[in-house]
């Protein structure tokens, strides 16, 4: 019998810690694929961040190190150029990303450090309880904006995306999601193109993957889901952000 | 090679790329500029090497911490504001067991304070630095010539140890120009260290972390360190001593300020008064042993910084009790001369009846 389905190799036999519903599970299933069908475990180094994803090291099946909050691209620069040899990968957060690493960010991005950063946006901060992060829509209800964020307090969600692809190093940013079968399918994809970007040397890549976080935002998953689609990409729509790679897409 | 004539902030950057160092990031401050600049021009240009000028200096250290995990010889630099905010990837450095030069051409604090030089950053660099249960080496050179050699011996021990190090110099070592000879070529190979992560080739993957959620595994990584640092105490203790046999008055004293010392000391000879010199290299491992063994022969100890006093606490935690211990010091950045510590020396010489 035709096998169809199966754990890829670069993904250990380690289950998930993580909530049912929520999408870094999937996102990383989607990246170990990728990692073995672009032949990418020999030379890949992943670093994930503080926070939920931190624990991605037990779960792919290649060098990773952890970075200090916020400043993977950083760490991440610094591998790349010690060894460019390497495929690097930053795994990174929305309060990791777009708030205290904000800078570290833009800043590998303008240099065109020819890395990828996979960016998890579930609009709040998961690990530490469910504060506000720099995406938090307006009007979401966090524990730290109990009557819902509000413009004039607390400014409106960032978009961190649309700013990175302001510099000229960064070649390919793409926002996705991972709410049904069809976007999952379309992030593959991106993801697929983003790592192909740093493979051709063209410069930096980054993907924006809208996640659910159904414990946090006290929904069942289904909701999550759903609220993904009805508010979240209303405030980050999905599509490609920018590309300058001159790459048709991958598949 | 014959001598040259160098500003010390350059001679770390020659020392450093002589003892293999591949990857610079760093970020400009005063007065440690010369640095950077140099690593721009000679070694951004050298194949496989890498300068980058950082968005801040957390930025610069985590590119080291970046290129520490990728296996190579790697440097940072800053100045006294700037070595406070690296204090966050130091600690992750210290946890993860690697390899780092960090230099410290310290100036006058707190905060902003001044761009003179000082050495009012002895606890921050003696006592760990940034959060967490740890030690960095810490080296006190005293001359441009020194800064060269302790360049070179602290990327030795950074990979003999896999512990970031810290060059404690301050303003005016690195802006003040000596002859200085540089004994090292670039070394053709460099040790493979075991935990650098290059893609998971032929072996099972690695993890390097430093999150360790059950406290009794976390407890046994501070056990770890723990016993990295009682070794190194053992091994690595340096220090120099200075007309100290028959010393009845022993000034301890580190880098710049240990000059002034011996310019002071010359003058208390020449005087007649018999004073010696403790300078400990090896800031972190203090020269503890070495103040137990003087105070057997003598109970009086000035100890002379450019700070408010820090380094004495070390002499006092090594002499137990069994000896008094004096200080003078001058903060801010003022550069205290010879003639004013000889004016200290003799007064404590005399008051206490050594004469």
Redesign the interface.
């Known amino acids: 019998m035709k096998k169809v389905y199966t754990r890829p190799e670069s993904l250990k036999r380690v289950p998930f810690h993580y909530c049912p519903g929520c999408g870094h599970s999937i996102v990383h299933r989607l990246m170990a694929e990728l990692i073995d069908e672009m032949k990418l475990r020999d030379k890949a180094i992943g670093i994930p961040p503080c926070g939920c994803a931190v624990f991605a090291y037990h779960y792919f099946d290649v060098d990773m190190a952890e970075a200090a909050h916020g400043r993977g691209a950083a760490v991440a620069t610094g591998m790349k150029r010690a060894f460019p040899e390497a495929i690097v990968l930053s795994y990174q957060g929305d309060g990791d990303l777009a708030a205290i690493g904000t800078a570290e960010t833009i800043h590998a991005a303008n240099r065109g450090e020819k890395i990828t950063i996979i960016f998890v946006n579930n609009a709040v901060y998961a690990m530490t309880g469910g504060q506000m992060a720099p995406t938090t829509l307006l009007a979401q209800v966090t524990t730290t904006t109990p009557y819902g964020r509000d413009v004039v307090m607390e400014g409106a969600p960032i978009k961190i995306s649309e700013m990175l692809a302001l510099t000229k190093g960064a070649v390919y940013i793409e926002r996705t999601a991972v709410n049904s079968p069809a976007n999952i399918r379309k992030t593959k994809k991106a993801i697929r193109k983003a790592f192909q970007t740093q493979i051709d040397g063209l410069g930096f890549s980054l993907v924006e993957i809208l996640s659910p976080c159904p414990v946090n935002w006290k929904m069942s998953p289904l909701e999550a889901w759903q609220w993904i689609d009805k508010e979240m990409t209303k405030e980050f729509p999905l599509g490609v952000i920018k590309d300058t790679t001159g790459k048709e897409d991958a598949d | 090679m014959a001598k040259v004539l160098m500003d010390g902030n350059s001679a770390i950057g020659e020392a450093a790329i002589r003892a293999g160092c591949?990857?610079y990031?760093g970020y400009p401050i005063t007065p440690q500029n010369e640095l950077p600049e140099y690593m721009a021009a000679h070694l951004s240009r050298k194949k496989g090497c890498?300068f980058?000028q950082?968005?801040?200096e957390?930025?610069?250290i985590?590119?080291?911490?970046?290129?520490?995990?990728?296996?190579?010889r790697?440097m940072t630099s800053s100045s006294s504001p700037g070595i406070s905010l690296k204090q966050?990837?130091i600690s992750?450095l210290a946890a993860?067991e690697l390899a780092a030069v960090i230099v410290n051409m310290s100036r006058g604090g707190p905060a902003l304070g001044s761009i003179a030089a000082s050495q009012s950053d002895y606890f921050q660099s003696t006592r760990g630095g940034g959060h967490g249960d740890y030690r960095t080496i810490v080296l006190g050179p005293s001359s441009v010539q020194e800064l060269a050699d302790l360049t070179h011996r602290a990327f030795d021990l950074a990979d003999k140890y896999r512990i970031p190090v810290i060059i404690l110099g301050d303003g005016m070592l690195g802006q003040m120009k000596e002859p200085v000879e540089f004994k090292h070529e670039v070394p053709e190979e460099l040790p493979v260290r075991s935990n650098a992560?290059?893609?998971?080739?032929?072996r099972p993957?690695?993890?390097?972390?430093?999150?360790v959620s059950d406290p009794v595994e976390l407890e046994e990584l501070n056990w770890s360190l723990f016993r990295k640092y009682q070794l190194i105490k053992k091994e690595e203790v340096t220090y120099e001593t200075f007309m100290i046999e028959d010393a009845k008055l022993i000034v301890v004293a580190f880098g710049i300020a240990a000059r002034i010392a011996k310019g002071a000391i010359k003058r208390a000879r020449a005087n007649g008064l018999e004073v010696g010199l403790l300078r400990p290299i090896t800031l972190w491992p203090f020269p503890s042993e070495k103040v137990q063994e003087l105070a057997k022969r003598t109970k009086f100890f000035l100890t002379f910084e450019m700070n408010m006093g820090q380094m004495i606490e070390d002499v006092q935690l090594a002499l137990e009790g069994k000896g008094e211990v004096f200080f003078y010091g001058r903060p801010g950045g003022v550069i205290p001369t010879p003639s004013e510590v000889l004016r200290v020396v003799s007064r404590l010489y005399y008051q206490k009846g050594l004469k």
């Open positions: 591949q990857c990031f890498t980058i950082a968005e801040s957390v930025a610069a985590s590119m080291v911490h970046g290129a520490s995990l990728a296996g190579v790697t966050e990837g992750y993860s992560l290059r893609g998971a080739k032929g993957s690695r993890i390097v972390k430093t999150l």
